[in-house]
């Protein structure tokens, strides 16, 4: 086994992010999920976004909601479901954020800036120094209807096999998340 290289930047050790400067540059991350249907995807995305240090979640719509099974199923989560903001309609939920960056398996031929989950993720934290970020993710059963992928300025497409390009929402959720952490 080859000792790692600690000059190099990949051998920052984790925990540095975990400083006050971290958890802040994190904290302007939004994570919005658009009509979730399942009460454990919603879990699975708290419980990412608690691994991964974000804890603003905000719920357009959802089939569902109870703090207490969520809780259940994503335990040490309380003060992330106890935080999540309802929002009826998804124009009030992104309101205050100064980017909106949907998660789809589907490139469109529209206008939609598209990236990839790593250089994405590197220019979100950049442009994060302006104002809050929301990362935008659909429906289960359907994915983000058109006319919320319109009203986002970019789309983040995580690469997967072309047979089969839609992932669990809890999955889709994490790569993005620790994307965002490690470009933090």
């Known amino acids: 086994m080859t000792p790692a290289n600690t000059d190099s930047p990949e051998a920052i050790a ?8 971290g958890r802040a540059a994190l904290a302007r991350f939004v994570v919005v999920l658009y009509q979730p249907q399942d009460l454990v995807n919603i879990a699975l995305v708290v419980r990412a976004m608690k691994n991964m240090g974000l804890t603003r979640l905000r719920l357009v719509s959802p089939a569902i909601f109870n703090a207490y099974r969520i809780t259940g199923i994503a335990h040490d989560t ?9 929002f009826d309609e998804f124009d009030e939920a992104v309101g205050d954020v100064i980017r909106v960056v949907a998660k789809t398996a589907r490139r469109r031929a529209s206008r939609q800036v598209w990236s990839e989950p790593g ?49 669990n929402l809890g999955h889709a959720a994490m790569i993005l998340f620790y994307e965002v952490r490690q470009a933090v």
């Not at 993720?121 to 935008?136: F, H, P």
């Open 14 to 21: 984790p925990e540095a992010i975990d400083t006050e400067a």
């Open 78 to 86: 309380q003060e992330i479901v106890n935080a999540v903001e309802l």
């Open 119 to 167: 250089p994405g993720a590197r220019e979100l934290v950049e442009r994060s120094a302006d104002g809050d970020i929301a990362l935008v993710f659909g429906r289960e059963d359907k994915g983000l209807p058109n006319e919320i992928l319109d009203r986002c300025h970019e789309a983040v497409c995580i690469p997967t096999s072309p047979e089969h390009p839609s992932l």
